[in-house]
């Protein structure tokens, strides 16, 4: 069988092994055969409850081998309704490694290790049956049992690309096949060509597909019948893995997007033979170290979205559910039909709003409500975009979206009772009806958490306020979790009851208690579990209790989870949960038992004096007394009342006492660790002493403050009031501070004031108010006994006319604050209220059809003429029952009667048309009637009219005729309607939902669906300007209108037409300022993503070019006169602004026009670059301890040893220089400088934040970093000597990151370029380390580097294009001259990412769409472009005539570009083939992340390669081979953990991995990954031997998984939680494993069977944070047990077992509670943390939040403290060395300290860049491994 020769063109395997006789095949269990009535043959039948009990194994023996050398396997099978089955094939590698590959649809996820693969199998089912309609729905197969109807199946495995992709080796046979129930089976085969078993021979022989060209039909043998006529498709499925036509790795098999008449196939890419690795000595060595497993990302599916509900889901933008098409082309030269495009997710997309877009479906171009493809995503900042790729030509309405939700006026809605402070005091949440809004109270800036469907009723935070918790009101209650700083929403759970209308989260997050009604109106009380909430687990209920007892709130005890107190009418109760119980008590309130109470709340500290289960709870009553109670004893120990003020003279009032007397209600109380307040019904907020022996503040409300809640830091007190306002008061200053004003019932109708930027709204609260548009405050408030109805403000004068239900008509001089006119002649509620457009003439109409003419040019507004029974009678038209035409002409209104549309002379009221709607439509069953009217502006001729079947109607004012209709608009009724002013767009509202129409209908999607409003929308319109729009309805949604002045209809296509070859054409530089509409600037909207043009290499010419000079540093004059940046010159570049600033000026003419625009561009805040290249630094929410100081050196307790992983956030982040073997890159601060021969490490330490960039010198003797330049701080650049390791000069400039850093050919300049931030370019001599010159660029710089041919030139490239730079050196000077040549047009609005030099005065450039362009240096001319990638290309490397590309797409291209040398510009227009020049892609390889950094010798054979999942690869083009020499994780490291014998450690992260790794050559040994899920702790086994050696990893879903380090396999999988494991151990004997979840439960598992032997409910409510097992006897403790073990609890409770699990005993020993304070914080509070004393483990350490930041010892016997350490931050982690009694702490500041228990004395380090998570040191105490984010670092211990 070693010749290849007898197996082509295939080998049919049950013929090979004659499979009838079972002499080289065996079968076992319920194998048969029968005839399937489908294939007319007989087949194999696999049954058997057990998969693995019945197969069919070839060969027989399982030490021989079937020897078959074909690529494809290709499988017949079926398989059976109902059940699993396994596949099993064993191949073998080119090195001997034998691999099985395995795949079943009861795999649920995919797995590997060195020797095995799993793949999930999801199975398809037959055409227009219901499953494939919900699997298509779903956007995939069926994961589990097939279902009833799977189709018989042609399975294809490429086993060369699985080997190659997964684990990097080279496949050379197939050994054996397993095949196991359940399944019935044709046949199998192999082969080396690619066929496809949908072609028959003719239709093959047709397409001229043959066996020569690697392709052809299935053999007749192996193929399915099809009847004549019949299609295979239709009948079959065919299942090819990888999947056809896409480049990257999947994690499942199944069906894939091919359409019947996708009957053609590429040529099989064969991958060349693997031969031997060519490696330089110093990387030969290392490479030798390296077994490296390839971690395949997850993957995208390669096909179109098809959404056809709302998802039930909500928050601020950073989903990673969501995803767009961005047109990337795929490759398949010989394929007849177009592959989908690839989907990425759209993070880098800035659009805002909260939108939902509607497509149709393909091939459909008729807008139905019922085919509405709409998607809900929430807003602000970004908006995710959901775009569906369309027929070529296609149009759509752009931009997409055309709306970002901007700001809200509102408060409450269900309560005004809700309101919360963020951690750091700067933000305050709120909700507004079905929205939670989260305001910055310094500048008003909100953000929305958009995802309920009804009113909210209560908020929560969690101490830390990162989990925010929200419930609706309703029938329907929802309750949700919130991401608070992500803006997602975590989880969503219902119950049944209604009415919600309290929640309370435990101060750790893992629980929440709520408060509601029941189905019988009985108050019920639910306790959920959230403890795995933020880690994607489900929200399950802990406990529930009904109960007769009313409830007014109710809060969980911060001290304690499992605890809450509640308060209501005539009680206050204690509960508890326990042991899945909720039960409560009652508080003896003896002769207060009548009370109504409100609210009760704990005290925040308690003095140290107090003993620690001491707790004061304070309550409150609306008859003014306020209780304190001992907690503890549930006693009363004071009651106070608070009495109305004693008028002891006319204009004074007396200070308030607690007498006797009638009280004021008090309905909110809260307390903090110096003051009580309280908020009270006489609208008074009060601030107390804790004694209440006089009042210290007191602000008067205009209504009763119904919430008082004290910031965490105690100076801020957030106040709201049953009016519907809400502010604070600044107790330090005394100063209130209004932040919300609101309407408290539905506001009815508005009118916008462009000139003054003001809105005025009518409200059914009675109320009329006036707003500020910028900053949300009211202005005006007018209060009338007659509730308004209409409002209208004059065109041009400070004039508001109100219409009331009593039909009054009032009109208002709103400057003076006083009526200038009363009419009274309406009979109802005036409906409707309108000025002409030139403000002469008012019209009002009323509820029973009169309509009223006024003379508006007249102060007191006289009535002209009342016409009765004009208009229709009723309300429900209001308040668009009347419009003008904008040539102030034409008036029109619906009515006499509902049906008939009446158009009339606007100064007569004259009747001019009548229009019966009822009658347009002959085919309807039923009569239609007008509702709304609306003249269009641009066409005076138009008047649309929205009817009650659902249609807007286009009429003729001239002729009454219908134009044309739109059906189905809404899924309800039209409510409102507005034309914008240049007729280009529609906007309807119908019920809740408001849409933008294209107003011609000419687009196949010609509108765009908004949702946010929880009811009804009264009115939408278009704000004067048309830049706005505003929706009224339960609240005021202001939407910024993001529409381009110009066309916004265009082609989704590129206009760039493929394949041309033209010269672009010489474009004038810009002059003049900037030219905007209205007056101001105006940004281009943004565009939604379209295929990226593909351009042959061109001859392009010169776009445009500008010089920009800078002058020598410190002369300042010539600076700021030469080194400004022109703005641009075209309006369409900028942005539009919301409306129109009017600004006035005391002396206009004294202010220079040109002088104000340049301070106006100056102030606008940059926005960040559409491209990867540009680093961004981590989100990191921890700050450096400045008062911390590293040790001196050689005095060190610890020193750092490895540093383990690689930075892939950064970018340029690694150097390596191939002759001289220096190798370095970064990991957060510090820069790891890497031996290649020997594996150690030499550590650069001098950064205190993320490394984003470094350089080094052509001799390889110093390196550059920099990192910082957070919040506008100036970032830190270090100069490194290589030699020994010193930092020689430090250097700060850029006020941001730092983008790029490059030194000169001649290494006497070195450069660094800012961020978008600081867009500057500086240039510095290496000599002196001295700045030198910088220039401030035009726009954002995204690389920049020396020609390595002429000393003085540069170059860089950003968003505006390539700036080429020449240094002019005068004397000590150095003058920066710069010109900048724009992007030729040809490539559209792209960004230019990347640039290399060429020696022969050639420059690449690269661009976010993946085009690469070539520019001659001399006459700064590009040449020509070519496509090179379909994403965006980051990294550009040019050595020789070789050019490395690396783009997000993950392929890494080496292009061959000899022919552009010498190639030069050309007067004429010529094309590629003329001039000869050609760029041959010469190969490829594809990584497993995006390329961030790159460094290659110079004949460009070898280099190392940085990806942005913290992976450096060693490439070798020479065998086109990759191996990873540095690997790290890519998200956060959740766990670091030695084994026995010190032999290995294991880490876990977010990203569900588990990987061990061998010590001390830190190489990773075996890597276990499970998708979807996080993996939060992992525990070694106690046995030292390897082969006996496990890890036991506890995941985000309940799951504990056993893996086997000797055979690299899962050994079991236990499911004993249902929330996130938080910990787990081992026993001391290793036969039990305890393992903890978020929700408090313990459970003790078997190690053997994994039973659940036993649950420990103890915790329960509170997340275990700490677990620890030691041997130890307990007979002098006062238990039996030869083992101790203790659980720490986010409540601050240690619990302290002694076991003997040999005797199933386990026995509490001891239970701890520590006290703390209320914690008030923004962030989670401190964790709790407990460890026994290695060398006594009858002393516990503990940490925690607490009345002081400490660390305590614990005696056991004593049962008493025995000493504290004290700590100057809060713990994040601490472990204890058994070899010296050192411990380490780490801490949310960044800082390791290392303490020596006995003295005290310690010391800090400093080389974390974010909070440590981890700490552990090493069981021997000689090593420690400390964790932070993604950083591990390894220290050795040498002690004080």
Same mark, same amino acid.
């Given at each position: 069988?070693?010749?290849?020769?007898?197996?082509?063109?295939?080998?049919?395997?049950?013929?090979?092994?004659?499979?009838?006789?079972?002499?080289?095949?065996?079968?076992?269990?319920?194998?048969?055969?029968?005839?399937?009535?489908?294939?007319?043959?007989?087949?194999?039948?696999?049954?058997?409850?057990?998969?693995?009990?019945?197969?069919?194994?070839?060969?027989?023996?399982?030490?021989?081998?079937?020897?078959?050398?074909?690529?494809?396997?290709?499988?017949?099978?079926?398989?059976?309704?109902?059940?699993?089955?396994?596949?099993?094939?064993?191949?073998?590698?080119?090195?001997?490694?034998?691999?099985?590959?395995?795949?079943?649809?009861?795999?649920?996820?995919?797995? @590997?290790?060195?020797?095995?693969?799993?793949?999930?199998?999801?199975?398809?089912?037959?055409?227009?049956?219901?499953?494939?309609?919900?699997?298509?729905?779903?956007?995939?197969?069926?994961?589990?049992?097939?279902?009833?109807?799977?189709?018989?199946?042609?399975?294809?495995?490429?086993?060369?690309?699985?080997?190659?992709?997964?684990?990097?080796?080279?496949?050379?046979?197939?050994?054996?096949?397993?095949?196991?129930?359940?399944?019935?089976?044709?046949?199998?085969?192999?082969?080396?060509?690619?066929?496809?078993?949908?072609?028959?021979?003719?239709?093959?022989?047709?397409?001229?597909?043959?066996?020569?060209?690697?392709?052809?039909?299935?053999?007749?043998?192996?193929?399915?019948? +099809?009847?004549?006529?019949?299609?295979?498709?239709?009948?079959?499925?065919?299942?090819?893995?990888?999947?056809?036509?896409?480049?990257?790795?999947?994690?499942?098999?199944?069906?894939?997007?091919?359409?019947?008449?996708?009957?053609?196939?590429?040529?099989?890419?064969?991958?060349?033979?693997?031969?031997?690795?060519?490696?330089?000595?110093?990387?030969?060595?290392?490479?030798?170290?390296?077994?490296?497993?390839?971690?395949?990302?997850?993957?995208?599916?390669?096909?179109?979205?098809?959404?056809?509900?709302?998802?039930?889901?909500?928050?601020?933008?950073?989903?990673?559910?969501?995803?767009?098409?961005?047109?990337?082309?795929?490759?398949?030269?010989?394929?007849?039909?177009?592959?989908?495009?690839?989907?990425?997710?759209?993070?880098?997309?800035?659009?805002?709003?909260?939108?939902?877009?509607?497509?149709?479906?393909?091939?459909?171009?008729?807008?139905?409500?019922?085919?509405?493809?709409?998607?809900?995503?929430?807003?602000?900042?970004?908006?995710?975009?959901?775009?569906?790729?369309?027929?070529?030509?296609?149009?759509?309405?752009?931009?997409?979206?055309?709306?970002?939700?901007?700001?809200?006026?509102?408060?409450?809605?269900?309560?005004?009772?809700?309101?919360?402070?963020?951690?750091?005091?700067?933000?305050?949440?709120?909700?507004?009806?079905?929205?939670?809004?989260?305001?910055?109270?310094?500048?008003?800036?909100?953000?929305?958490?958009?995802?309920?469907?009804?009113?909210?009723?209560?908020?929560?935070?969690?101490?830390?306020?990162?989990?925010?918790?929200?419930?609706?009101?309703?029938?329907?209650?929802?309750?949700?979790?919130?991401?608070?700083?992500?803006?997602?929403?975590?989880?969503?759970?219902?119950?049944?009851?209604?009415?919600?209308?309290?929640?309370?989260?435990?101060?750790?997050?893992?629980?929440?208690?709520?408060?509601?009604?029941?189905?019988?109106?009985?108050?019920?009380?639910?306790?959920?579990?959230?403890?795995?909430?933020?880690?994607?687990?489900?929200?399950?209920?802990?406990?529930?209790?009904?109960?007769?007892?009313?409830?007014?709130?109710?809060?969980?005890?911060?001290?304690?989870?499992?605890?809450?107190?509640?308060?209501?009418?005539?009680?206050?109760?204690?509960?508890?949960?326990?042991?899945?119980?909720?039960?409560?008590?009652?508080?003896?309130?003896?002769?207060?038992?009548? #009370?109504?109470?409100?609210?009760?709340?704990?005290?925040?500290?308690?003095?140290?004096?107090?003993?620690?289960?001491?707790?004061?709870?304070?309550?409150?009553?609306?008859?003014?007394?306020?209780?304190?109670?001992?907690?503890?004893?549930?006693?009363?120990?004071?009651?106070?009342?608070? #009495?109305?003020?004693?008028?002891?003279?006319?204009?004074?009032?007396?200070?308030?006492?607690?007498?006797?007397?009638?009280?004021?209600?008090?309905?909110?109380?809260? +307390?903090?660790?110096?003051?009580?307040?309280?908020?009270?019904?006489?609208?008074?907020?009060?601030?107390?002493?804790?004694?209440?022996?006089?009042?210290?503040?007191?602000?008067?409300?205009?209504?009763?403050?119904?919430?008082?809640?004290?910031?965490?830091?105690?100076?801020?007190?957030?106040?709201?009031?049953?009016?519907?306002?809400?502010?604070?008061?600044?107790?330090?200053?005394?100063?209130?501070?209004?932040?919300?004003?609101?309407?408290?019932?539905?506001?009815?109708? @508005?009118?916008?004031?462009?000139?003054?930027?003001?809105?005025?709204?009518?409200?059914?609260?009675?109320?009329?108010?006036?707003?500020?548009?910028?900053?949300?405050?009211?202005?005006?408030?007018?209060?009338?006994?007659?509730?308004?109805?209409?409002?209208?403000?004059?065109?041009?004068?400070?004039?508001?006319?109100?219409?009331?239900?009593?039909?009054?008509?009032?009109?208002?001089?709103?400057?003076?604050?006083?009526?200038?006119?009363?009419?009274?002649?309406?009979?109802?509620?005036?409906?409707?209220?309108?000025?002409?457009?030139?403000?002469?003439?008012?019209?009002?109409?009323?509820?029973?059809?009169?309509?009223?003419?006024?003379?508006?040019?007249?102060?007191?507004?006289?009535?002209?003429?009342?016409?009765?029974?004009?208009?229709?009678?009723?309300?429900?038209?209001?308040?668009?029952?009347?419009? +003008?035409?904008?040539?102030?002409?034409?008036?029109?209104?619906?009515?006499?009667?509902?049906?008939?549309?009446?158009?009339?002379?606007?100064?007569?009221?004259?009747?001019?048309?009548?229009?019966?709607?009822?009658?347009?439509? +002959?085919?309807?069953?039923?009569?239609?009637?007008?509702?709304?009217?609306?003249?269009?502006?641009?066409?005076?001729?138009?008047?649309?009219?929205?009817?009650?079947?659902?249609?807007?109607?286009?009429?003729?004012?001239?002729?009454?005729?219908?134009?044309?209709?739109?059906?189905?608009?809404?899924?309800?009724?039209?409510?409102?309607?507005?034309?914008?002013?240049?007729?280009?767009?529609?906007?309807?509202?119908?019920?809740?939902?408001?849409?933008?129409?294209?107003?011609?209908?000419?687009?196949?999607?010609?509108?765009?669906?908004?949702?946010?409003?929880?009811?009804?929308?009264?009115?939408?319109?278009?704000?004067?300007?048309?830049?706005?729009?505003?929706?009224?309805?339960?609240?005021?949604?202001?939407?910024?209108?993001?529409?381009?002045?110009?066309?916004?209809?265009?082609?989704?296509?590129?206009?760039?037409?493929?394949?041309?070859?033209?010269?672009?054409?010489?474009?004038?530089p810009d002059v003049g300022g900037v030219q905007s509409s209205n007056g101001m600037p105006r940004l281009t909207a943004p565009l939604p993503s379209s295929p990226p043009p593909r351009l042959d290499i061109g001859t392009l010419g010169r776009v445009d070019q500008r010089t920009l000079r800078s002058s020598p540093v410190g002369d300042d004059t010539s600076t700021t006169r030469t080194a400004s940046v022109p703005r641009s010159g075209s309006s369409?570049?900028?942005?539009?602004?919301?409306?129109?600033?009017?600004?006035?000026?005391?002396?206009?003419?004294?202010?220079?026009?040109?002088?104000?625009?340049?301070?106006?561009?100056?102030?606008?805040?940059?926005?960040?670059?559409?491209?990867?290249?540009?680093?961004?630094?981590?989100?990191?929410?921890?700050?450096?301890?400045?008062?911390?100081?590293?040790?001196?050196?050689?005095?060190?307790?610890?020193?750092?040893?490895?540093?383990?992983?690689?930075?892939?956030?950064?970018?340029?982040?690694?150097?390596?220089?191939?002759?001289?073997?220096?190798?370095?890159?970064?990991?957060?601060?510090?820069?790891?400088?890497?031996?290649?021969?020997?594996?150690?490490?030499?550590?650069?330490?001098?950064?205190?934040?993320?490394?984003?960039?470094?350089?080094?010198?052509?001799?390889?003797?110093?390196?550059?970093?920099?990192?910082?330049?957070?919040?506008?701080?100036?970032?830190?650049?270090?100069?490194?000597?290589?030699?020994?390791?010193?930092?020689?000069?430090?250097?700060?400039?850029?006020?941001?990151?730092?983008?790029?850093?490059?030194?000169?050919?001649?290494?006497?300049?070195?450069?660094?370029?800012?961020?978008?931030?600081?867009?500057?370019?500086?240039?510095?001599?290496?000599?002196? @380390?001295?700045?030198?010159?910088?220039?401030?660029?035009?726009?954002?710089?995204?690389?920049?580097?020396?020609?390595?041919?002429?000393?003085?030139?540069?170059?860089?490239?950003?968003?505006?294009?390539?700036?080429?730079?020449?240094?002019?050196?005068?004397?000590?000077?150095?003058?920066?001259?710069?010109?900048?040549?724009?992007?030729?047009?040809?490539?559209?609005?792209?960004?230019?990412?990347?640039?290399?030099?060429?020696?022969?005065?050639?420059?690449?450039?690269?661009?976010?769409?993946?085009?690469?362009?070539?520019?001659?240096?001399?006459?700064?001319?590009?040449?020509?472009?070519?496509?090179?990638?379909?994403?965006?290309?980051?990294?550009?490397?040019?050595?020789?005539?070789?050019?490395?590309?690396?783009?997000?797409?993950?392929?890494?291209?080496?292009?061959?570009?000899?022919?552009?040398?010498?190639?030069?510009?050309?007067?004429?227009?010529?094309?590629?083939?003329?001039?000869?020049?050609?760029?041959?892609?010469?190969?490829?390889?594809?990584?497993?992340?995006?390329?961030?950094?790159?460094?290659?010798?110079?004949?460009?054979?070898?280099?190392?390669?940085?990806?942005?999942?913290?992976?450096?690869?060693?490439?070798?083009?020479?065998?086109?081979?990759?191996?990873?020499?540095?690997?790290?994780?890519?998200?956060?490291?959740?766990?670091?953990?030695?084994?026995?014998?010190?032999?290995?450690?294991?880490?876990?992260?977010?990203?569900?991995?588990?990987?061990?790794?061998?010590?001390?050559?830190?190489?990773?040994?075996?890597?276990?990954?499970?998708?979807?899920?996080?993996?939060?702790?992992?525990?070694?086994?106690?046995?030292?031997?390897?082969?006996?050696?496990?890890?036991?990893?506890?995941?985000?879903?309940?799951?504990?998984?056993?893996?086997?380090?000797?055979?690299?396999?899962?050994?079991?999988?236990?499911?004993?939680?249902?929330?996130?494991?938080?910990?787990?151990?081992?026993?001391?004997?290793?036969?039990?494993?305890?393992?903890?979840?978020?929700?408090?439960?313990?459970?003790?598992?078997?190690?053997?069977?994994?039973?659940?032997?036993?649950?420990?409910?103890?915790?329960?409510?509170?997340?275990?944070?700490?677990?620890?097992?030691?041997?130890?006897?307990?007979?002098?403790?006062?238990?039996?047990?030869?083992?101790?073990?203790?659980?720490?609890?986010?409540?601050?409770?240690?619990?302290?077992?002694?076991?003997?699990?040999?005797?199933?005993?386990?026995?509490?020993?001891?239970?701890?509670?520590?006290?703390?304070?209320?914690?008030?914080?923004?962030?989670?509070?401190?964790?709790?943390?407990?460890?026994?004393?290695?060398?006594?483990?009858? #002393?516990?350490?503990?940490?925690?939040?607490?009345?002081?930041?400490?660390?305590?010892?614990?005696?056991?016997?004593?049962?008493?403290?025995?000493?504290?350490?004290?700590?100057?931050?809060?713990?994040?982690?601490?472990?204890?060395?058994?070899?010296?009694?050192?411990?380490?702490?780490?801490?949310?500041?960044?800082?390791?300290?290392?303490?020596?228990?006995?003295?005290?004395?310690?010391?800090?380090?400093?080389?974390?860049?974010?909070?440590?998570?981890?700490?552990?040191?090493?069981?021997?105490?000689?090593?420690?491994?400390?964790?932070?984010?993604?950083?591990?670092?390894?220290?050795?211990?040498?002690?004080?």
């Amino acid at each position: 069988m070693a010749s290849k020769g007898w197996q082509h063109p295939y080998v049919n395997i049950f013929k090979h092994v004659k499979v009838e006789d079972w002499r080289r095949s065996a079968r076992e269990g319920d194998v048969s055969t029968y005839k399937d009535k489908r294939l007319k043959c007989s087949v194999f039948r696999i049954r058997g409850p057990v998969p693995a009990n019945s197969y069919i194994r070839v060969p027989k023996g399982s030490g021989q081998s079937l020897g078959l050398l074909g690529r494809y396997f290709y499988l017949l099978f079926r398989p059976a309704p109902g059940k699993h089955f396994v596949v099993q094939l064993d191949v073998s590698a080119e090195d001997g490694q034998v691999v099985r590959i395995s795949f079943s649809n009861m795999f649920k996820e995919f797995k @590997f290790t060195a020797t095995s693969l799993q793949f999930p199998f999801l199975c398809g089912s037959a055409k227009d049956s219901v499953y494939e309609n919900t699997a298509r729905s779903a956007r995939r197969g069926f994961v589990g049992p097939a279902p009833t109807s799977v189709r018989w199946t042609c399975l294809m495995l490429d086993l060369q690309y699985i080997l190659s992709v997964y684990l990097n080796r080279c496949y050379s046979q197939l050994r054996s096949i397993k095949l196991c129930a359940n399944m019935a089976v044709k046949n199998m085969f192999t082969s080396d060509l690619l066929l496809n078993p949908g072609v028959s021979f003719s239709e093959a022989k047709m397409m001229g597909l043959a066996s020569s060209q690697g392709t052809g039909p299935i053999p007749r043998d192996m193929s399915y019948p +099809v009847p004549d006529g019949g299609s295979w498709h239709d009948l079959y499925d065919h299942i090819r893995f990888p999947s056809k036509g896409t480049k990257l790795p999947f994690h499942s098999i199944q069906k894939g997007h091919l359409q019947p008449e996708d009957n053609c196939v590429s040529n099989p890419r064969i991958r060349e033979e693997c031969s031997g690795v060519s490696l330089s000595k110093p990387v030969k060595d290392r490479v030798s170290l390296i077994q490296q497993i390839t971690s395949p990302n997850s993957l995208l599916w390669n096909r179109t979205p098809r959404v056809t509900d709302i998802p039930d889901l909500g928050g601020v933008l950073n989903d990673d559910r969501l995803f767009h098409n961005d047109g990337q082309h795929q490759k398949e030269p010989t394929c007849c039909s177009s592959q989908p495009s690839p989907i990425r997710p759209p993070w880098d997309t800035d659009y805002g709003g909260v939108h939902v877009h509607i497509h149709a479906e393909d091939g459909f171009s008729k807008h139905e409500e019922g085919s509405e493809e709409e998607f809900v995503c929430a807003p602000v900042p970004h908006a995710v975009h959901l775009s569906l790729s369309k027929e070529p030509g296609q149009k759509k309405l752009l931009p997409d979206p055309i709306l970002g939700l901007s700001r809200i006026i509102g408060f409450g809605g269900a309560t005004t009772k809700c309101a919360l402070w963020s951690r750091s005091g700067d933000a305050v949440v709120y909700p507004c009806h079905a929205i939670i809004v989260s305001m910055k109270i310094s500048s008003n800036q909100q953000r929305f958490f958009i995802g309920h469907t009804d009113k909210v009723s209560a908020l929560a935070f969690n101490g830390n306020t990162t989990l925010l918790a929200s419930a609706q009101t309703g029938n329907h209650s929802v309750v949700r979790v919130w991401n608070y700083h992500g803006g997602n929403c975590l989880a969503m759970c219902r119950i049944h009851a209604h009415s919600l209308s309290s929640l309370s989260f435990s101060y750790g997050g893992g629980i929440l208690c709520g408060v509601g009604k029941d189905g019988h109106n009985k108050t019920m009380v639910v306790v959920w579990n959230t403890s795995n909430v933020g880690k994607g687990g489900q929200v399950t209920v802990l406990a529930k209790a009904h109960t007769d007892v009313d409830i007014i709130t109710m809060k969980v005890a911060f001290f304690d989870e499992t605890r809450m107190v509640s308060c209501g009418r005539e009680n206050i109760r204690l509960w508890r949960v326990r042991n899945g119980a909720l039960r409560s008590c009652p508080v003896n309130l003896g002769e207060y038992h009548s #009370l109504d109470f409100t609210d009760v709340t704990f005290e925040e500290g308690n003095p140290s004096n107090q003993h620690v289960e001491e707790r004061t709870l304070f309550a409150s009553s609306r008859s003014g007394f306020i209780f304190e109670i001992d907690y503890s004893r549930v006693v009363i120990r004071n009651v106070r009342r608070l #009495l109305p003020a004693q008028q002891q003279h006319a204009n004074r009032r007396e200070k308030l006492t607690f007498n006797t007397g009638p009280g004021i209600a008090i309905n909110s109380i809260s +307390v903090s660790s110096s003051f009580c307040f309280t908020g009270s019904e006489d609208g008074f907020l009060r601030l107390w002493p804790h004694d209440f022996s006089t009042v210290f503040l007191e602000a008067e409300h205009e209504g009763p403050v119904s919430l008082v809640s004290v910031s965490p830091d105690g100076l801020q007190v957030l106040a709201a009031t049953s009016t519907g306002s809400l502010g604070f008061l600044d107790v330090s200053s005394r100063g209130y501070n209004t932040l919300m004003r609101s309407h408290t019932d539905t506001v009815l109708g @508005f009118s916008v004031d462009g000139i003054r930027r003001q809105l005025t709204t009518a409200s059914s609260d009675g109320t009329v108010r006036i707003w500020n548009m910028d900053s949300l405050q009211q202005l005006y408030d007018f209060v009338s006994e007659d509730g308004p109805c209409s409002v209208a403000f004059h065109p041009r004068e400070q004039l508001l006319s109100c219409g009331f239900s009593s039909g009054i008509v009032r009109v208002l001089d709103v400057s003076s604050a006083k009526m200038l006119a009363e009419h009274k002649h309406h009979r109802g509620d005036v409906v409707a209220l309108a000025f002409s457009p030139d403000g002469e003439l008012m019209y009002s109409a009323d509820s029973q059809g009169s309509l009223a003419l006024y003379n508006a040019s007249e102060e007191n507004h006289n009535l002209i003429r009342v016409v009765c029974n004009a208009l229709a009678r009723g309300t429900e038209r209001a308040p668009d029952a009347l419009t +003008v035409s904008s040539d102030s002409r034409c008036l029109a209104f619906i009515g006499p009667s509902e049906h008939v549309v009446t158009i009339a002379d606007s100064r007569s009221l004259d009747e001019l048309l009548h229009v019966d709607v009822s009658i347009l439509d +002959v085919h309807s069953p039923c009569l239609d009637s007008a509702l709304r009217v609306c003249f269009s502006p641009a066409s005076t001729e138009h008047l649309l009219v929205a009817t009650s079947a659902n249609k807007i109607l286009w009429v003729s004012t001239k002729t009454g005729r219908l134009l044309r209709e739109a059906s189905k608009v809404h899924k309800h009724q039209c409510s409102s309607l507005a034309v914008s002013e240049d007729s280009r767009f529609l906007l309807t509202a119908g019920h809740n939902a408001l849409k933008v129409w294209d107003y011609d209908m000419q687009a196949d999607i010609s509108s765009q669906m908004f949702i946010g409003h929880s009811q009804p929308i009264s009115q939408v319109s278009f704000t004067p300007d048309q830049l706005g729009v505003v929706s009224v309805g339960d609240a005021i949604f202001l939407w910024d209108f993001l529409a381009h002045p110009a066309d916004s209809l265009t082609d989704s296509r590129s206009s760039l037409r493929l394949g041309s070859i033209s010269a672009l054409k010489s474009v004038q530089p810009d002059v003049g300022g900037v030219q905007s509409s209205n007056g101001m600037p105006r940004l281009t909207a943004p565009l939604p993503s379209s295929p990226p043009p593909r351009l042959d290499i061109g001859t392009l010419g010169r776009v445009d070019q500008r010089t920009l000079r800078s002058s020598p540093v410190g002369d300042d004059t010539s600076t700021t006169r030469t080194a400004s940046v022109p703005r641009s010159g075209s309006s369409s570049e900028l942005r539009p602004a919301s409306f129109l600033q009017v600004t006035e000026l005391v002396n206009p003419l004294s202010v220079n026009a040109g002088h104000t625009d340049a301070v106006e561009l100056k102030g606008k805040k940059p926005a960040r670059p559409d491209c990867y290249r540009h680093f961004v630094p981590r989100f990191n929410t921890s700050t450096l301890d400045q008062a911390a100081v590293a040790p001196q050196p050689g005095e060190e307790a610890i020193k750092l040893k490895a540093v383990i992983g690689y930075n892939g956030n950064g970018r340029g982040n690694m150097v390596w220089s191939a002759d001289q073997g220096l190798f370095a890159y970064s990991c957060g601060c510090v820069v790891v400088v890497e031996y290649l021969h020997t594996g150690s490490q030499r550590h650069l330490q001098g950064h205190s934040g993320e490394i984003s960039c470094l350089a080094v010198t052509n001799d390889a003797k110093i390196v550059a970093s920099a990192a910082g330049g957070r919040n506008g701080c100036r970032s830190l650049i270090c100069i490194w000597d290589i030699q020994n390791g010193t930092c020689r000069k430090t250097v700060s400039h850029h006020r941001g990151a730092v983008q790029s850093l490059a030194f000169s050919r001649d290494d006497r300049f070195f450069l660094s370029a800012g961020d978008f931030s600081d867009p500057e370019v500086a240039l510095w001599s290496t000599k002196t @380390f001295k700045l030198l010159s910088s220039v401030r660029m035009s726009g954002p710089i995204h690389d920049a580097a020396f020609s390595p041919s002429t000393a003085s030139q540069l170059g860089c490239v950003g968003s505006h294009g390539v700036y080429f730079c020449l240094m002019h050196t005068h004397g000590l000077d150095v003058d920066l001259q710069v010109e900048q040549v724009k992007t030729p047009v040809e490539l559209g609005d792209v960004e230019l990412t990347a640039l290399c030099y060429h020696m022969d005065s050639l420059l690449f450039t690269a661009t976010n769409r993946g085009h690469v362009g070539v520019w001659d240096v001399n006459t700064r001319r590009c040449l020509m472009t070519w496509e090179a990638d379909e994403g965006e290309i980051g990294v550009l490397l040019c050595r020789g005539n070789r050019l490395l590309t690396g783009s997000n797409t993950r392929w890494l291209r080496l292009w061959e570009v000899d022919a552009l040398r010498g190639m030069k510009p050309q007067e004429n227009n010529c094309h590629v083939e003329d001039s000869g020049a050609t760029v041959v892609l010469g190969q490829e390889m594809m990584l497993d992340g995006t390329t961030i950094s790159a460094a290659f010798d110079n004949a460009m054979d070898m280099g190392i390669v940085g990806t942005t999942a913290g992976t450096l690869w060693y490439i070798n083009w020479s065998d086109n081979s990759s191996i990873r020499l540095v690997s790290g994780h890519k998200t956060e490291v959740n766990d670091v953990v030695f084994s026995a014998d010190e032999g290995h450690f294991a880490t876990c992260s977010e990203d569900g991995s588990v990987r061990v790794w061998s010590v001390p050559s830190n190489e990773l040994v075996v890597q276990f990954q499970v998708l979807s899920r996080a993996c939060g702790c992992v525990c070694w086994s106690p046995s030292s031997s390897r082969e006996s050696a496990r890890v036991a990893a506890g995941y985000s879903d309940g799951t504990l998984r056993i893996f086997r380090l000797s055979s690299s396999e899962m050994e079991m999988k236990l499911h004993p939680h249902q929330v996130a494991v938080t910990a787990v151990q081992y026993s001391a004997a290793g036969d039990v494993i305890l393992s903890a979840g978020k929700s408090g439960l313990i459970a003790v598992s078997s190690a053997v069977n994994g039973e659940t032997m036993r649950i420990i409910k103890d915790h329960k409510g509170a997340a275990i944070t700490s677990m620890q097992c030691v041997k130890e006897q307990c007979q002098s403790l006062g238990l039996e047990g030869n083992e101790m073990w203790l659980a720490a609890s986010a409540d601050r409770r240690v619990s302290v077992w002694a076991a003997d699990w040999s005797k199933d005993k386990c026995d509490l020993l001891d239970w701890l509670t520590f006290p703390a304070p209320a914690y008030f914080g923004d962030d989670s509070p401190p964790l709790s943390l407990a460890a026994f004393w290695p060398a006594d483990p009858g #002393l516990v350490v503990y940490t925690g939040y607490g009345v002081e930041k400490e660390l305590c010892f614990y005696s056991l016997a004593r049962k008493q403290i025995m000493k504290k350490i004290d700590l100057p931050d809060w713990a994040t982690c601490f472990s204890l060395s058994r070899k010296s009694p050192l411990i380490a702490v780490g801490s949310k500041a960044r800082v390791l300290k290392v303490i020596e228990s006995t003295s005290g004395r310690f010391q800090d380090f400093l080389q974390h860049s974010d909070s440590l998570r981890t700490c552990h040191f090493s069981p021997s105490g000689t090593l420690l491994f400390t964790a932070a984010f993604n950083e591990i670092l390894l220290w050795e211990v040498l002690g004080f």
